[in-house]
């Protein structure tokens, strides 16, 4: 009986918190996406014509670790039963890869870089849940940041 | 000069001097395993392992320089970085790359 009681506050707990997290996180994505989007991601190796000279690059990364929480767990574990999507990770999944990427902007953007190149993605499963399920997940996004470089005026005599 | 791109714009590359590579395995601490267990209930960002993970990536990227350093590079290029658990309790990072030497 109290197995029971404890198992449904977890999961009411998980429910409400886990709900309000992801809903607020959200937001915060969306909202730091609109700011971010003048700082274009190129996806390629090859450097574009207009970035090949005057510039000066350097490595720019950006990580967060998610973790999942007990409602989650509990419906991807009822949907190992009778498989399909698992939407509850998926939504883990893309919140962590989108706040990766935004911190990567972030960073780009404080030292005044104008586009990042050949951003590559990670993802580890840091932290093992019940029943070695999925408990925290590390999304990691890096790139090369290209910063102009300031020219000085030239002095004409 | 650390880049993820296979060149450097301006510059030129005088000299292959192979791979080199840096990692480091972290262990989390009994508080900070308790915390992630807590979290594992409510959801949410666990900003103790973010933070440790960066560190201990930052030391993986220093490693896998001072070797190039050591053997006379001034870049390395082609960095890519793997992060694997281990246990349930320890990471391992893992960055790697091209050692060049830049005109």
């Known amino acids: ?157 | 000069m650390i880049s993820n791109l296979e060149l450097i714009p301006g510059k030129r590359i005088s000299k292959h001097l192979g791979l080199v590579q840096g990692s480091t395995v972290r262990s989390k601490h009994v508080g900070r395993d308790f915390m992630a267990g807590l979290k594992n209930i409510f959801g949410g960002e666990l900003k103790g392992y973010t933070e440790l993970l960066q560190d201990a990536r930052e030391e993986a990227v220093a490693r896998m320089v001072e070797q190039a350093s050591s053997i006379g590079a001034n870049a390395v290029l082609n960095v890519r970085f793997s992060t694997s658990s281990i246990t349930s309790g320890a990471a391992e990072l893992f960055a790697y790359g091209s050692a060049v030497v830049m005109e």
């Open chain 1, 1 to 157: 009986m109290l197995g029971i009681i404890t198992f449904l506050v977890l999961l009411a707990l998980g429910y409400g918190f886990g709900q309000w997290f992801e809903r607020s996180h959200y937001r915060s994505i969306l909202e730091r996406e609109q700011e971010l989007k003048d700082l274009l991601i190129i996806q390629s190796k090859i450097i574009p014509p207009p970035f090949s000279s005057g510039h000066e690059t350097f490595l720019v990364d950006g990580s967060v670790v998610i973790s999942v929480d007990y409602f989650k767990q509990f419906v991807a574990g009822l949907r190992n039963f009778v498989g399909g999507r698992v939407t509850p990770y998926e939504t883990l999944l893309d919140r962590a890869r989108r706040e990766a990427i935004l911190r990567m902007k972030e960073e780009a953007k404080a030292s005044g870089a104008d586009v990042i190149l050949n951003v590559k993605y990670e993802m580890c499963s840091i932290y093992k849940g019940r029943r070695n399920s999925i408990g925290s997940v590390e999304a990691l996004a890096y790139g090369t940041a290209f910063l102009p470089i300031k020219t000085m005026p030239v002095v004409e005599r």
